[in-house]
């Protein structure tokens, strides 16, 4: 006799979407279907040939100076605020407005901003951004005579300036309501300890952590929304504004430096990680079909947690192919920067201070740096089924009324570390600083590497390692379920940190001395710029030509 499909679901369990994810639904679906209204504002529009030479022109640009993909479009407005007030200000100085058109101009050509798409207003509403900026640099400049502090000072004035300008160019409302969601979600369920001195800290750092960790904002980025924080008038940016934050722009910056290395940050940052992967998800599965989802979430339960896995690995399989074009980036970041330079100097230093010239040390030099970011490519895996589950259980938590968290999260009170334990731990710190480089200069005397090879292979060996631990955050975003530390780990990390700081530390101060990003920004840039718009405004001329004959 067949079995009536009514009569076996019958003791499933349909659970009720709570308000925030309806709103979440809602919003996804209006934004996802929303048609453009053509109209007749007159747009920004460039000419698409003349525009290809940018685009190019940024490509190699940004090849020489390494960045994380979503920060390439604040930091290209940043530079080119830099050249526009700085270095092109020193000869003529432009109006707000025009900074703003050629501004939007270079964005459009450089393919990080539609063309034939925005109004001619958005100059407007940008130069009122670029005026309030330059107000504030010639007020606070006025205050400084010490040199570097004058330069300090201008850089971060620029820096808030391009963070407020993306701002306004990234009308995201999917994800300010995603941002929102999260807050009010762990505003409520993140708890301190009722004697912890940081309880009026805690709604700003989990606030911070949310847009560090789910929208990876860079320091930039979130220094700008803690200069709002401090400045809740700053955004209209009146007279009055500019003035207050001019007079009190140390106390403002110490107290923004303050969050930023704040003790409950790290803490914070490894909660949100969680939530930030449930809501990245979530919004994959609504975004796919809302109707869709909405329905079958209510006539059968089974179908959402099978679509929470199908989009978990979905983004899994995302996460290798940014891994492989990340390790690919960085040795072209490498080679073009610092490999050229070092192998340049290996030959003649070599043969100057007398020595015979080993053609197997230049060849594992050579070598040597991609190979070992492909193995770290090769061997990094994907998350596992478990952590999949984990990630099934965190969205329903998170959706579903039923499902809510009860239980709070405490987070631990902060406690620093004895003087005297301290003490001895950096001294076995030393010790493994000594081991691990001893151990590799040794090995390579073995093969006879000369003095200046032996330079060159730690001077790779620890940049490639640093961009190794950089590259694999990306494979890593999607992992709930910690790594569980073992004996090879616990080796591997005792030799393979000291060379991870050495390389953190030489690309902080490499990065400074970036010839190639000097050479570009300095003595191409601004004269390719003019080269291009001489080229945009023959083509116009040509075209106009062309009508009238016609």
Not at 383 to 399: D, F
Not at 473 to 502: G, L, N, T, W
């Amino acid at each position: 006799m067949p079995i009536n499909p009514t009569l076996s679901r019958k003791d499933e369990v349909y659970f009720t979407p709570n308000e925030n994810a309806k709103k979440l639904f809602q919003i996804i679906y209006r934004e996802e279907n929303k048609t453009e209204i053509e109209d007749d504002t007159p747009k920004i529009k460039v000419s698409d040939l003349i525009s290809m030479l940018a685009f190019y022109y940024e490509k190699i640009r940004n090849s020489v100076d390494y960045k994380e993909e979503y920060l390439l479009r604040r930091s290209s407005i940043l530079r080119t605020l830099k050249r526009q007030i700085i270095i092109e200000g020193q000869l003529k100085t432009l109006t707000p407005e025009e900074i703003s058109k050629n501004l939007l101009v270079e964005l459009i050509r450089a393919g990080y901003l539609p063309n034939n798409k925005l109004p001619e207003t958005k100059i407007g509403e940008l130069a009122i951004v670029i005026d309030k900026y330059l107000k504030l640099r010639h007020e606070s400049l006025l205050k400084i005579n010490d040199d570097k502090q004058n330069h300090e000072v201008s850089k971060w004035i620029l820096a808030m300036a391009s963070t407020e300008i993306e701002e306004k160019l990234n009308d995201d409302i999917i994800s300010q309501t995603t941002i929102g969601n999260m807050y009010e979600l762990l505003s409520k369920h993140l708890v301190l300890p009722e004697e912890s001195i940081y309880q009026p800290d805690r709604e700003i750092q989990i606030y911070l952590s949310i847009h560090r960790i789910y929208m990876k904002f860079d320091d930039d980025m979130l220094e700008f929304l803690l200069l709002k924080y401090y400045n809740a008038n700053w955004l209209n940016g009146a007279d009055k504004e500019i003035k207050y934050l001019a007079n009190h722009l140390e106390t403002v910056r110490q107290a923004i430096k303050e969050q930023l290395d704040h003790p409950l940050a790290a803490q914070v940052n490894k909660i949100i990680n969680r939530y930030s992967v449930y809501y990245t998800i979530l919004n994959d599965v609504i975004m796919d079909d809302p109707v869709g989802v909405y329905e079958g979430i209510k006539s059968d339960p089974k179908a959402f947690p099978r679509l929470i896995k199908k989009f978990a690995q979905k983004r899994y399989h995302e996460s290798k192919v940014k891994l492989r074009r990340a390790a690919v980036r960085s040795i072209i970041y490498i080679f073009l920067t610092k490999m050229v330079l070092a192998l340049i100097l290996e030959i003649p230093v070599t043969i100057w201070l007398g020595e015979i010239l080993n053609y197997t040390s230049l060849t594992i030099n050579v070598t040597f740096p991609p190979f070992l970011l492909f193995l770290i490519v090769l061997f990094t895996r994907t998350p596992s089924e478990a952590n999949s589950l984990k990630i099934v259980q965190g969205i329903e938590e998170i959706v579903f009324k039923e499902k809510a968290k009860k239980e709070p999260i405490v987070l631990r009170q902060t406690v620093k570390r004895k003087k005297g334990i301290g003490g001895v731990f950096a001294t076995l710190y030393a010790v493994t600083f000594l081991i691990t480089f001893g151990l590799v200069i040794y090995f390579l005397d073995k093969i006879h590497f000369t003095i200046v090879s032996i330079i060159i292979f730690l001077f790779f060996l620890t940049l490639v390692s640093f961009f190794s631990l950089r590259i694999r955050k990306v494979a890593r975003e999607m992992y709930i379920i910690e790594r569980q530390d073992s004996i090879f780990s616990f080796v591997m990390d005792f030799f393979y940190v000291p060379i991870i700081e050495v390389g953190k530390w030489l690309n902080e101060k490499f990065s400074r001395l970036n010839f190639f990003v000097f050479f570009l920004d300095f003595i191409i840039e601004a004269p390719f710029k003019v080269l291009v718009d001489i080229a945009e405004e023959w083509t116009k001329y040509v075209k106009e030509r062309k009508e009238e004959i016609m």
